[in-house]
């Protein structure tokens, strides 16, 4: 069965900052990968997604995302972060059913932004 | 606006007690899901459905139940057999495609009193 590791449960970082969110996920083909981000008490937003083509993918809001099939990991980046961004951020493997996606989620990073 | 409806966004349960929370698209899409958020545990899938009237359980079915009547519609019953109700719950829907994006409702905070 597929799975999703994220093994940093939080994260601070000063505002201006660069960022990197890991994430490894463990599929038996090549995996359709997604990365989340929820606001506190909200529903998720989609930020990018990688299923074929270039490994370096861009989203919305300046991240971008790296997958490396040797490492098994689709890590999240951003240059520079910004007050805005503190939420959490979740990374998700989907495993086709009938042409659909379902999907298998991390455990989430709470990113922290300071001044 | 096209979208994912959710409601209530807060609902209160005494123990013993059965309750439903409300999802509902105007997406056109196949398929819904219903997903329980806790602290620190992600989303864990609880019922899946591509169909209306045909519906899988999920990772964490024990004590839901769902039903799929229209295309629009997937309702989650929390019963009382689900010994701890106490969450966050989330349903989402997606388009017939490899690689679609999921799209999310707003979530029901679910507090069993």
């Known amino acids: 069965a597929q799975s999703v590791t994220q093994p940093d449960i939080h994260i601070t970082v000063s505002e201006g900052a660069s960022l990197e969110l890991r994430c490894n996920y463990s599929?038996?083909?090549?995996?359709?990968l997604f990365w989340y981000v929820q606001s506190p008490g909200q529903g998720l937003q989609l930020l990018l997604k990688?299923?074929?083509?270039?490994?370096l993918v861009q989203g919305i809001k300046g991240f971008e995302a790296e997958f490396k099939r040797s490492q098994s990991s689709f890590n999240l980046r951003k240059p520079s972060v910004h007050w805005s961004d503190a939420a959490e951020y979740f990374c998700a493997v989907g495993d086709s059913f009938g042409g659909n996606e379902k999907l298998t989620f991390g455990t989430g990073t709470r990113l922290t932004i300071i001044p | 606006d096209g979208g994912i409806t959710q409601s209530p966004k807060y609902l209160f349960r005494k123990e013993g007690q059965n309750v439903t929370l409300s999802c509902e698209q105007n997406?056109?899409?196949?398929?819904m899901y219903w997903y329980r958020q806790d602290p620190g545990q992600g989303l864990r899938l609880i019922y899946y459905s591509q169909i209306v009237n045909d519906f899988q359980k999920g990772d964490i079915a024990e004590g839901y139940s769902v039903s799929r009547e229209k295309k629009e519609s997937f309702p989650l019953t929390v019963t009382s057999a689900q010994k701890n109700p106490t969450a966050f719950y989330l349903c989402?829907?997606?388009?017939?495609?490899?690689?679609?994006?999921?799209?999310f409702g707003q979530g029901t905070r679910l507090t069993v009193v």
């Open positions: 990688y299923f074929s083509g270039d490994t």
């Open positions: 599929y038996g083909a090549t995996p359709y």
């Open positions: 989402a829907s997606t388009p017939r495609a490899a690689g679609a994006e999921a799209f």
């Open positions: 997406l056109n899409h196949d398929a």
